[in-house]
């Protein structure tokens, strides 16, 4: 193989490096709160530098007698730029995913022992797994709060008293008792759900998912009866 044809295409590091740092930058984000509104200013002051040495290279390109390296300057900048604005994305993203796990209505019924009652909407399928003494079932779901939409994961009482037709986007309103998760958990809260009811008036959308809710029942249940059968999301694998 040729030096040519293993050389990087043209611009990768420009799509590249921002990818890194937005990786990074959400990696530390999320594990350390706090860090996101840091590096949200950092970014944002680094980004308009960054931007105003570019147009001002781009400025002196255009003046007779130029060197020659500065577009290579102008490039790096250029790629700096985007790493910039990239981190500056992202960390406005965890800062406001913090804000609504931050939610003080929530963090004060924990800290009081309180038993809250609020409403949810459910984002996935219920969960279930047979224990020694008895079964546990759990979903995942957003927790209406003052400050949006908390993801939260809810232990459910009952596992043989889920309802079949429980799909993302249904709405339930519950009572339960919070428990703080990890930073980096997807989940803000752990609720130990004592009560849970279908609410009033369900959105057009959790019909549609009632009915995928039971035909993943009925490929589940297939898939029991077949050694070996087990079902991945989308598909029935046997």
């Known amino acids: 193989m040729s030096d040519g044809d293993r050389a990087a295409p043209p611009g990768r590091w420009r799509l590249l490096a921002p990818a890194l740092v937005a990786w990074a930058t959400a990696a530390c984000a999320v594990s350390f709160p706090g860090v996101?509104?840091?590096?949200?200013?950092?970014?944002?002051?680094?980004?308009?530098?960054?931007?105003?040495?570019?147009?001002?290279?781009?400025?002196?390109?255009?003046?007779?007698?130029?060197?020659?390296?500065?577009?290579?300057?102008v490039a790096?900048?250029?790629?700096?730029?985007?790493?910039?604005?990239?981190?500056?994305?992202v960390s406005v993203r965890v800062m406001t995913l913090e804000t609504v796990r931050g939610d003080p209505r929530v963090a004060m019924s924990v800290e009081r022992g309180d038993t809250l009652e609020a409403s949810a909407t459910l984002s996935g399928y219920p969960e279930s797994r047979e224990g020694s003494v008895s079964s546990h079932a759990w979903v995942r779901a957003a927790l209406d709060t003052e400050s949006g939409a908390m993801p939260v994961m809810l232990w459910l009482p009952d596992a043989e008293a889920v309802p079949a037709?429980?799909?993302?986007?249904?709405?339930?309103?519950?009572?339960?008792?919070?428990?703080?998760?990890?930073?980096?958990?997807?989940?803000?809260?752990?609720?130990?759900?004592?009560?849970?009811?279908?609410?009033?008036?369900?959105?057009?959308?959790?019909?549609?998912?009632?009915?995928?809710?039971?035909?993943?029942?009925?490929?589940?249940?297939?898939?029991?009866?077949?050694?070996?059968?087990?079902?991945?999301?989308?598909?029935?694998?046997?």
């Open 165 to 238: 037709d429980w799909s993302p986007g249904t709405r339930v309103v519950l009572t339960g008792r919070l428990s703080p998760q990890p930073a980096a958990d997807p989940a803000a809260y752990a609720v130990r759900v004592l009560t849970v009811t279908d609410e009033v008036g369900q959105p057009a959308s959790s019909r549609v998912g009632g009915v995928a809710a039971h035909v993943r029942l009925a490929l589940t249940a297939v898939a029991a009866g077949v050694p070996a059968a087990r079902l991945v999301p989308g598909f029935a694998v046997g």
């Open 76 to 89: 790096t900048v250029l790629t700096l730029a985007l790493s910039c604005a990239a981190l500056t994305l």
């Open 36 to 73: 996101a509104r840091v590096c949200t200013v950092g970014g944002a002051l680094l980004t308009a530098v960054c931007a105003l040495l570019v147009l001002r290279g781009r400025a002196a390109r255009r003046m007779p007698g130029h060197d020659t390296s500065s577009s290579r300057i």
